[in-house]
């Protein structure tokens, strides 16, 4: 599986972005697939995951209630929509994919995308 992020971009406080994760093969149907990001000087860091059926997602407290994950099997495309966006959400976004595994754990995933900048200003 090779995924694509885009939709990164500078944003205003309290603005919106939806981030998109192109995927190329058949098998992303089955993958769970989430979204982690990485500011700079520090880990790379669990945001949100959806399962493969579309029927459980999984959320970072800190986004909780301001971004939904979602993803359309047929386009095999995933989403973040992120709203009311925070200064402390700036960081370079990553999409990934994973067959077994722990959902909010990244090292159970063995596909990633090659990150979108998201950049919040105060």
């Not at 520090?42 to 909780?64: H, L, P, Q």
């Given at each position: 599986?090779?995924?694509?992020a885009?939709?990164?971009?500078l944003?205003q ?5 939806r981030?998109?994760?192109a995927?190329?093969g058949r098998?992303?149907?089955?993958y769970?697939v989430?979204w982690?990001r990485q ?15 579309v029927?459980?997602s999984y ?8 971004f ?5 099997n047929?386009?095999n495309t ?7 966006l925070?200064?402390?959400?700036t ?5 990934a994919a994973?067959?077994v ?8 995933y063995?596909?990633w995308g ?6 919040v200003?105060?």
């Amino acid at each position: 599986v090779q995924l694509q992020a885009s939709g990164g971009g500078l944003v205003q406080a309290g603005g919106s972005l939806r981030l998109s994760c192109a995927a190329s093969g058949r098998a992303f149907r089955s993958y769970t697939v989430a979204w982690f990001r990485q500011a700079p000087g520090k880990e790379r860091e669990f945001v949100a995951a959806i399962s493969w059926s579309v029927s459980v997602s999984y959320y970072a407290d800190s986004v909780k209630g301001r971004f939904t994950i979602s993803r359309d099997n047929a386009k095999n495309t995933m989403y973040l929509q992120m709203n009311n966006l925070k200064p402390e959400d700036t960081a370079v976004y990553y999409c990934a994919a994973q067959a077994v595994g722990s959902p909010t754990d990244r090292r159970s995933y063995g596909y990633w995308g090659q990150g979108t900048l998201v950049t919040v200003s105060s």
